[in-house]
């Protein structure tokens, strides 16, 4: 994974901008450049009534300005603390759709973007511009979801047997960027696998109730010998820091990152078709909206010979 160019989202309905602070911490960890990204659309500056065309493409262009000059100030501590930034503006409708041609257009290494929360419910508040970047970005996401972060652990979530339905090579990438992001930024690599035999309550055939504890060993065993097979094909990860950890993965992940104080939270997702992928169903998503910490979401895109699991 590469940090040589940083795409931020700034948010203009908001004071506070946490995936620009982010984005300097980065930036001056691994000498990045830095690119703030304001996506706009005001309904009352399209088909104005009473208003001439040429009127309202001044208007328009009158508060691009506006919200230009607001990245620079916005870009100015960075630039004073040697990082290099710049600022663009666009307009259009969806936001989500002018940010993904931007990242076409721009091919950034990393896009970052600040997302809220729910006080009371600790909740994530993923926004449809969120979903649908989650979705369709091809490049790596960062959502950033506090201003304040101590920057010290992170944690990739693994599915070595592919059972949430990926590929391979995802969890590949995601150890991969795992260890990159140890190296380049100092944060402490944990690797995690949950996973659940088939429940009891489901377990109808008799044969199978009457054996069920060793049915839930030898699920286990599987399972432990599969991710030892991930730690076999990269050295670099420590044994220590890997762990097997019994529940479902959308409950026991963000278990996980709250036991263990996990600053940074790395989830691969799976492009899929336009029907699918307008669904929110695969693991990823429904752990992103649970979780008490950053989110690094990788993408793999499905080629018609994948594996399947």
């Known amino acids: 994974m590469k940090?040589?160019?940083l795409l931020v989202i700034v948010d203009p309905t908001r004071e506070e901008q946490p995936a620009l602070n982010r984005a300097q911490w980065i930036a001056e960890r691994c000498g990045a450049r830095v690119e703030l990204l304001l996506c706009d659309f005001n309904p009352a500056l399209d088909n104005g009534l009473l208003i001439s065309p040429q009127q309202m493409e001044r208007v328009r262009i009158l508060q691009q300005t506006e919200r230009l000059d607001w990245l620079e100030r916005l870009a100015a501590p960075l630039r004073q603390a040697g990082v290099?930034?710049?600022?663009h503006t666009r307009w259009g409708k969806p936001l989500y759709r002018e940010i993904l041609a931007h990242v076409a257009e721009k091919q950034p290494d990393l896009v970052l973007k600040?997302?809220?929360r729910h006080g009371l419910l600790k909740r994530l508040f993923l926004t449809n511009t969120d979903w649908q970047l989650i979705?369709?970005?091809p490049q790596?996401?960062?959502m950033v979801h506090r201003q304040d972060w101590s920057g010290q652990r992170l944690c990739a979530a693994l599915d070595p047997l592919h059972e949430a339905d990926k590929p391979a090579a995802l969890d590949r990438q995601l150890i991969a960027t795992a260890l990159e992001l140890h190296r380049r930024l100092g944060l402490q690599a944990e690797y995690l696998h949950a996973y659940m035999p088939l429940p009891q309550t489901l377990a109808f055939d008799t044969q199978l109730l009457g054996s069920y504890e060793e049915h839930a060993k030898a699920v286990e065993a599987h399972h432990r010998h599969a991710l030892d097979q991930l730690l076999d094909a990269h050295p670099a990860m420590q044994r220590k820091h890997t762990h097997l950890q019994l529940g479902f993965p959308e409950e026991a992940i963000p278990e996980f990152v709250r036991q263990q104080g996990i600053d940074l939270l790395l989830m691969g997702a799976?492009?899929?078709n336009p029907l699918e992928s307008a669904l929110v169903g695969h693991t990823a998503e429904r752990v992103l909206e649970d979780v008490e910490c950053d989110l690094l979401v990788l993408k793999a895109v499905r080629e018609p010979s994948?594996?399947?699991g």
Do not use: A, I, Y
């Open 140 to 142: 790596p996401l960062w």
């Open 114 to 116: 600040s997302s809220s």
């Open 3 to 5: 940090l040589q160019h």
């Open 306 to 308: 994948s594996e399947k």
């Open 84 to 87: 290099e930034t710049t600022c």
């Open 135 to 137: 979705r369709h970005c």
């Open 270 to 272: 799976v492009s899929r």
